[in-house]
């Protein structure tokens, strides 16, 4: 018998309602769909005049799966003029696609909790327009039904790192010992950041496995009041990053970047040159993807800035909503320990900062505007936990070289003050 999962959205700090702008449906992404997915599109019986495929098959199989049509100009094959899906329009939200159906959520399972997870790849999660996520719990919450295994409650925890294990109970602790530290508005944003890669040094520590379940909510109370006592005194100061650090933090900053359109045709050598000069890390930046500014490596390294007010609450909105999400490790992002996936998470924050330089240098503004920081998070998360690339032996190798504690807070500074 299965055990009931509670559903755990977030807070009313995140916003989300569809606005019809189609970026979802224009070929930043593949729409891969299950068997009964198909089944169920083909017995709406679309003809080709509808669809405007030009003789195309509407699905191509994809392993156990298949994914739908695109036109020639990169659109789904369902989306319509006015940038509304067909098949909601004729038949409703309940028939579309299950992926369509619940983008930008991603759904975690947490024990006996499925938490909600949001992309921000969405330009209205980025810009936080509509109701809060907790309007759409119906939806989601027939979506957990059809997606989450019968038996996700009794799946163990991810490890904590290495072989290290806890219970789910301990990690969702440590996890709000973060929560706090992030939210604490006693303290710059970029201090918050470097108190929390603090705190990942501390608990990257095998004794943690011995202690008692009853005393590990003291125990990491102590260890976050250690590192916050210690975060107001941190005098924060800025180190250019060594020559490796900025080359290997480069390479990521593409791999981040790399917008692919499906039915684009990649030209390895222009991909091989800009990578090359991405790399080199001198004159103008290469076009990591199309409508990418143009923007010198010198302008974005010599911009100043550490954010506040609006636009501290925006990347703390964007952090927090993955933080809480539990989504950033175990099958939410490569099967990654609880501590080597929040280094990747924190890892965002310098590299969202240099995407909106980069946007807010091109303008030749002097500070970083919310706009900036929400362009740069559609940026940063679109690849994030979702291209295979990200899990091969060499990006995993790179991610852990940039998720040493020194290295981490170094970027984190050099780019957030």
């Keep these: 018998m299965s055990i009931p999962l509670k559903l755990i959205t977030t807070g009313s700090f995140q916003r989300y309602d569809c606005t019809g702008c189609g970026v979802c449906c224009k070929g930043r992404f593949a729409i891969t769909i299950s068997k009964a997915d198909r089944d169920r599109i083909v017995a709406q019986k679309w003809t080709d005049e509808e669809l405007d495929l030009g003789g195309a098959k509407l699905f191509t199989k994809h392993g156990d799966e298949f994914v739908i049509a695109h036109r020639a ?6 989306l319509q003029d006015d940038g509304l899906c067909r098949i909601h329009a004729r038949y409703g939200i309940a028939a579309k696609p299950t992926a369509c159906r619940l983008y930008p959520f991603r759904l975690i399972p947490a024990g006996r909790q499925v938490r909600v997870d949001v992309r921000y790849d969405c330009p209205a999660t980025a810009g936080n327009d509509g109701q809060p996520v907790d309007g759409h719990r119906r939806e989601l919450l027939s979506l957990l039904k059809l997606l989450t295994p019968d038996q996700a409650a009794e799946l163990p925890a991810p490890t904590l790192f290495g072989a290290t294990s806890l219970s789910w109970r301990a990690l969702v602790l440590i996890t709000e010992s973060y929560e706090r530290l992030l939210l604490d508005i006693s303290l710059p944003i ?21 202690v008692a379940d009853g005393d590990f909510d003291d125990f990491v109370r102590a260890l976050e009041s250690t590192v916050q006592m210690a975060a107001v005194e941190d005098p924060i100061v800025r180190r250019t990053p060594l020559p490796m650090e900025a080359l290997v933090f480069r390479h990521v900053l593409g791999v981040h970047g790399r917008i692919d359109r499906v039915g684009e045709k990649a030209s390895l050598v222009g991909r091989f040159g800009a990578s090359m000069n ?70 965002t924050y310098p590299l969202l900062l240099w995407f909106a330089r980069a946007f807010a240098g091109s303008e030749g503004a002097s500070t970083l505007s919310p706009a900036n920081i929400e362009r740069a998070l559609m940026v940063v998360d679109h690849q994030r ?17 940039l998720g040493d504690r020194n290295v981490l807070r170094s970027l984190a500074i050099w780019y957030g003050s």
């Design 190 to 210: 970029t201090k918050r950041l470097a108190a929390c890669i603090n705190l990942t040094s501390l608990l990257r520590d095998r004794r943690i496995a011995k």
């Design 73 to 78: 100009n990169g659109a789904c094959a369902f």
């Design 278 to 347: 991405l790399l080199g890390g001198r004159g103008m930046v290469p076009r990591l993807y199309e409508g990418f500014p143009d923007v010198s490596f010198r302008d974005i390294e010599a911009f100043r800035y550490e954010p506040s007010g609006d636009t501290s609450l925006t990347i703390e909105r964007y952090l927090h909503t993955h933080l809480i999400s539990m989504g950033f490790f175990g099958a939410g992002y490569y099967g990654d320990g609880y501590l080597d996936g929040l280094n990747a998470l924190l890892l």
């Design 385 to 401: 936990g979702q291209t295979p690339l990200m899990n091969t032996g060499s990006e995993r190798a790179l991610a852990r070289y």
